[in-house]
């Protein structure tokens, strides 16, 4: 059975930081674009970070832009989210996926339908 399992999600004061992990277990992910998404009350799941198969290619939602950093490690089948500077705003559920399509060595993608494989979710808030 495969799962995406998110850990390290918390309470945090704003400025504060947090790592979010994301193991993946059943099968292996090295191969494919990984996501982190979130989704706060009332409102739809949103992009948040992607990386790419190998790891060499990021991209971000300009909210947390130079404050949140995607990584992976292929030996843990592992994929992290460290959160810098967080703020009132970044309080959310976190959510983790990963992407089946290849599209090219460079490829991952922003939308919420093309992810396959989803977590749980971790929760985050963020106090002022």
């Known amino acids: 059975q495969v799962q995406l399992v998110e850990s390290g999600g918390g309470l945090v004061r704003a400025g504060g930081s947090l790592r979010l992990s994301c193991a993946a277990s059943g099968r292996t992910f090295s191969s494919h674009a990984m996501g982190w998404f979130r989704q706060a009350p009332g409102k739809e799941r949103e992009f948040v970070a992607a990386?790419?198969?190998?790891?060499?290619?990021?991209d971000y939602a300009d909210s947390v832009k130079g404050r949140f950093t995607i990584s992976r490690d292929h030996a843990k089948n592992t994929v992290y989210l460290q959160m810098n500077s967080l703020k009132p705003e970044d309080t959310a559920v976190y959510y983790c996926a990963a992407d089946l399509l290849y599209n090219g060595p460079h490829y991952y993608s922003r939308e919420v339908h093309e992810y396959d494989y989803w977590g749980q979710g971790t929760q985050v808030t963020v106090s002022s």
């Open positions: 990386i790419n198969w190998s790891g060499g290619t990021t």
